[in-house]
Antibody
Framework: QLHLQESGPGLVKASETLSLTCTVS??????????WGWIRQPPGKGLEWIGT???????YYNPSLKSRVTISVDMSKDQFSLRLTSLTAADTAVYFC??????????????WGQGILVTVSS | SYVLTQPPSVSVAPGKAARITCGGN??????IHWYQQKAGQAPVLVIY???DRPSEIPERFSGSKSGDTATLTISRVEVGDEADYYC???????????FGGGTKLTVL
């Protein structure tokens, strides 16, 4: 059974770059049945898809964040990572990583990591 | 970009059925997935492919779709079902994943 765990700083400064890592256990990140996604949730608000990376490194990004986001995968460590540049207070959120199942032309997220709160300070 | 519309809130008495809707253009041609998020926790998948249920999810949770609206139905609602519920789809034309705005279910 897959388990995902986010890691990274809980506090970053405005204008700087956020780097988060998601470690996958209980399965291989190289599996072709899954892709790997990042989703965030500002305090008191809904879920926002950030982007997804395939095991082959192909990426898909939310157009509203595309200019600032890079998602990559490291199969040797069973990890995938998020990099978000030029941070502002609006990037303060809980960041979740999740496994994205691919099946018969649709994708869904299951399971999710527990999430990590990232606060952007001025 | 594609938009999924959910009511901000739904209230229901214990033991009754709750219905949470998710609307979108031409949603009938797309697969809808539903997540439950309890306070302070990560979302959990409760329905995928419109109406399939993960094995660990109670049979009280079901999904359906008609026209441009998908519906999550929770039968015999319990206090423990109080949570935020989100619908989600994959927009094939753009390769984007889209979440609805979420619905807060309150058990009266």
């Amino acid at each position: 059974q897959l388990h995902l765990q986010e890691s990274g700083p809980g506090l970053v400064k405005a204008s700087e770059t956020l780097s988060l890592t998601c470690t996958v256990s209980g399965g291989s990140i190289s599996s072709s049945s899954y892709q790997w996604g990042w989703i965030r949730q500002p305090p008191g608000k809904g879920l926002e898809w950030i982007g997804t990376v395939s095991s082959r490194g192909r990426t898909y990004y939310n157009p509203s964040l595309k200019s600032r986001v890079t998602i990559s995968v490291d199969m040797s460590k069973d990890q995938f990572s998020l990099r978000l540049t030029s941070l502002t207070a609006a990037d303060t959120a809980v960041y979740f990583c999740a496994s994205e199942a691919i099946f018969e032309g649709s994708n869904w997220f299951d399971p999710w990591g527990q999430g990590i709160l990232v606060t952007v300070s001025s | 970009s594609y938009v999924l519309t959910q009511p901000p809130s739904v209230s229901v008495a214990p033991g009754k059925a709750a219905r949470i809707t998710c609307g979108g253009n031409n949603i009938g041609s797309k697969s809808i997935h539903w997540y439950q998020q309890k306070a302070g926790q990560a979302p959990v998948l409760v329905i995928y492919f419109d109406s399939d249920r993960p094995s660990e999810i109670p049979e009280r949770f079901s999904g359906s779709k008609s026209g441009d609206t998908a519906t999550l139905t929770i039968s015999r609602v319990e206090v423990g079902d109080e949570a935020d519920y989100y619908c989600q789809l994959w927009d094939r034309s753009s390769d984007h994943r889209v979440f609805g705005g979420g619905t807060k279910l309150t058990v009266l």
